[in-house]
């Protein structure tokens, strides 16, 4: 999977930084084992990339879901956003869809 520098999320531009170890995230992320951070006032992402492929891009979808779930306010739990990510993830992958 090609990672983006920047993603446009609900007409906000994030910046998506990648990082070559967790160690080096500037807000880690570690819970359920997962390696990235959200930070939604700086509009940054960032990911740790040595991970094997289905995990960088269920990091990746996960801080997409949790930039989403703070700028509309919606109150998902960390749970149902891991939840969430997983499954899109499992679904755009095995479904090779392209938007
Ligand atoms: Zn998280």
Same mark, same amino acid.
């Given at each position: 999977?090609?990672?983006?520098?920047?993603?446009?999320?609900?007409?906000?531009?994030?910046?998506?930084?990648?990082?070559?170890?967790?160690?080096?995230?500037?807000?880690?992320?570690?819970?359920?084992?997962?390696?990235?951070?959200?930070?939604? !006032?700086?509009?940054? &992402?960032?990911?740790?990339? @040595?991970?094997?492929?289905?995990? /960088?891009?269920? $990091?990746?979808?996960?801080?997409?879901? !949790?930039?989403?779930? &703070?700028?509309?306010?919606? @109150?998902?739990?960390?749970?149902? /956003?891991?939840? $969430?990510?997983?499954?899109?993830?499992?679904?755009?992958?095995?479904?090779?869809?392209?938007?």
């Amino acid at each position: 999977m090609r990672i983006p520098n920047k993603l446009n999320i609900g007409g906000i531009n994030v910046i998506i930084k990648q990082y070559k170890d967790n160690a080096f995230l500037p807000n880690n992320d570690k819970r359920n084992g997962l390696s990235g951070s959200c930070d939604y !006032e700086k509009l940054l &992402i960032s990911l740790a990339v @040595n991970r094997p492929e289905p995990l /960088i891009s269920e $990091i990746l979808l996960h801080e997409i879901i !949790e930039f989403i779930n &703070i700028h509309y306010n919606i @109150n998902l739990n960390h749970d149902q /956003i891991d939840m $969430i990510g997983v499954t899109l993830r499992q679904v755009l992958h095995d479904s090779k869809l392209v938007f």
